[in-house]
């Protein structure tokens, strides 16, 4: 993203990303079901498979991207390697990342055990089940057009500190919550999400020369979807050992990990952009 609009238009740019992809989430399975039911699920798959070769075209219509100056061509092991390398020494990106184990931790409780909660325990139908994971998406959308309008007027890891605990603390009560107070909640558990993962994408570009910043996302990428390899699993397991309390022992395992990553790894004072060469603004 920063490479096709800029370094400062990449906030903007992230945003609105997020905030169409959280849109279309929300959307697509409505525009599914209703496919479904005009042509026949056979002829859904038709259309599917029309979109993606549609989609395929657009891409090849656009012009091709310049390679960074500078940048070196490396093997993928190496250059997830050098990425993770920049990841973890960088103390505001460091601290992003182990928010996000946070977010994970959270964001895994509510995809596996949501279901289980709304069909199972409270016994109401698949139409609710959407809805309340409609709530979810559009928190996330709702977040992603705030990142947007505030811009750098708050410095990215408070974003990320807010979310981490919005979403860690909206899921303690969702093993008692009505269906109601459970909208609510997981409504503020999508800003939550999204408060972590989208000021982290932005943090990357504003702290990584250019030149490594490919590496640096690739890298990013393969850590981020490593939490949820291993939350998912927890996830799971908390559904099936304790199903009367799994949101309330895994939002307690969130704040407690968000509690030990702010005590002992919070930025202090002002952290330096490597990307830009002079002081930033990343203290909490």
Same mark, same amino acid.
Do not use: C, H, K
């Given at each position: 993203m920063p490479l096709v609009v800029g370094q400062d238009e990449a906030g903007p740019?992230?945003?609105? &990303?997020?905030?169409?992809?959280?849109?279309?989430?929300?959307?697509?399975?409505? @525009?599914?079901?209703?496919?479904?039911?005009?042509?026949g699920t056979r002829n859904l798959f038709f259309v599917d498979a029309a979109s993606f070769l549609l989609s395929g075209l657009l891409i090849l219509t656009l012009?091709?991207?310049?390679?960074? $100056?500078?940048?070196d061509q490396r093997s993928t092991w190496a250059g997830i390697r050098d990425g993770t390398a920049r990841l973890w020494r960088d103390p505001p990106i460091r601290f992003a990342l182990l928010l996000e184990l946070v977010a994970a931790i959270a964001g895994a409780l509510i995809l596996v055990n949501?279901?289980?909660?709304?069909?199972?325990?409270? $016994?109401? &139908?698949?139409?609710?089940?959407?809805?309340?994971?409609?709530?979810?998406g559009l928190g996330a959308t709702l977040a992603s057009l705030v990142v947007g309008f505030v811009g750098k007027r708050?410095?990215?890891t408070r974003f990320i500190l807010l979310g981490g605990l919005?979403?860690?603390v909206a899921i303690l009560p969702g093993n008692i919550a009505p @269906?109601?107070?459970?909208?609510?909640?997981?409504?503020?558990?999508?800003?939550? $999400?999204?408060w972590v993962n989208l000021p982290a994408e932005t943090l990357l570009a504003e702290r990584t020369e250019e030149a490594a910043q490919g590496r640096v996302y690739g890298a990013h990428f393969a850590w981020s979807h490593l939490w949820y390899a291993l939350t998912y699993p927890v996830a799971g397991w908390l559904g099936t050992r304790v199903p009367q309390a799994n949101f309330l022992v895994g939002g307690g395992l969130?704040?407690? @990990?968000?509690?030990?990553?702010v005590v002992a790894l919070r930025p202090q004072g002002k952290a330096g952009s490597p990307a830009a060469g002079g002081p930033g603004a990343e203290s909490i």
């Open positions: 740019a992230f945003a609105l &990303s997020s905030a169409t992809t959280e849109l279309i989430n929300i959307i697509g399975p409505g @525009l599914a079901g209703a496919t479904a039911a005009l042509l012009p091709a991207l310049r390679a960074a $100056q500078g940048e949501t279901v289980t909660r709304i069909q199972g325990d409270l $016994q109401l &139908s698949e139409a609710t089940y959407g809805w309340v994971m409609a709530a979810y708050w410095p990215r919005i979403t860690s @269906l109601p107070v459970i909208l609510i909640l997981w409504l503020l558990a999508g800003v939550g $999400q999204n969130a704040v407690a @990990l968000l509690v030990v990553v």
